[in-house]
């Protein structure tokens, strides 16, 4: 079976000049690789649902579509103990499934809809992956890997992206930064190398950090001259694909 890449991209919650013409090239730059886009989509948020410039965009270019959670509010049940690590990192099934829920309706309120679950920060408990199975999802993603619940099966395949980082300044940080663009670079490399699937994670406040779109596209490259063959979450399956994305 050959390596397959996946590049996903999140955070766009409105049409600001800056994230949208950020999104549009780096949308043309793939475009230019045969590269297909995944959109993870966050219907709601505290500032309000995507705009409509923003949803016609996606829309008018056919990207592949991921539910990304609903409102991405830490810890929605007021448990404890999970910080800021992701609105579906530690609910039961129960309330995941009201949260998914709300979060497919508000989707459908902007006029799309998706059959693919990606938890913010990559994160999902247990009782999530559950709730997804049953509302009918074919896929949940996860830190981890890809959930594929049409073939029952697991698809070990680590997200990659660039981390939360600690709050430092000068030479520190471009240090800092310099690793995280190389250990995208050697990693997603690896993993091609092993014919498994890469799987590119960009977030839209990367785009505004040129060294990371560069580190991004390197390894779109770097990965598909290893023989990948690029595709969506929609299209992923336990089998190798057919034929190479065009």
């Not at 913010?120 to 619940?149: I, K, N, Y």
């Amino acid at each position: 079976m050959p390596a397959r890449l996946v590049v996903s991209l999140s955070g766009l919650t409105d049409a600001r000049s800056d994230a949208l013409a950020t999104a549009r090239d780096l949308a043309a730059e793939l475009d230019s690789r045969g590269v297909p886009l995944t959109h993870l989509v966050q219907p709601a948020s505290p500032d309000g649902r995507p705009s409509g410039e923003l949803v016609d965009w996606i829309g008018e270019r056919g990207d592949a579509i991921a539910l990304h959670g609903y409102d991405h509010t830490p810890d929605p049940a007021r448990r404890g103990g999970v910080g800021r690590k992701g609105e579906f990192a530690a609910l039961p099934r129960h309330e995941a499934g009201l949260r998914l829920t709300a979060a497919r309706r508000a989707l459908t309120g902007l006029g799309l809809a998706a059959a693919v679950f990606a938890a913010p920060r990559w994160l999902a408990s247990p009782g999530t992956v559950e709730a997804v199975r049953a509302q009918g999802f074919r896929m949940c993603l996860d830190e981890g890997g890809v959930h594929l619940f049409d073939d029952d099966v697991l698809l070990r395949a680590r997200a990659l992206g660039f981390r939360l980082e600690a709050v430092v300044s000068g030479e520190e940080r471009r240090r800092a930064e310099a690793w995280r663009c190389r250990l995208l670079h050697a990693e997603a490399v690896r993993i091609a190398r092993r014919a498994g699937v890469v799987r590119i994670g960009v977030r839209a406040k990367d785009l505004r950090r040129p060294d990371r779109v560069r580190t991004v596209l390197g390894a779109v490259d770097a990965v598909l001259a290893e023989g990948a063959w690029p595709t969506t979450y929609a299209a992923l399956s336990a089998t190798a694909p057919a034929a190479r994305t065009a």
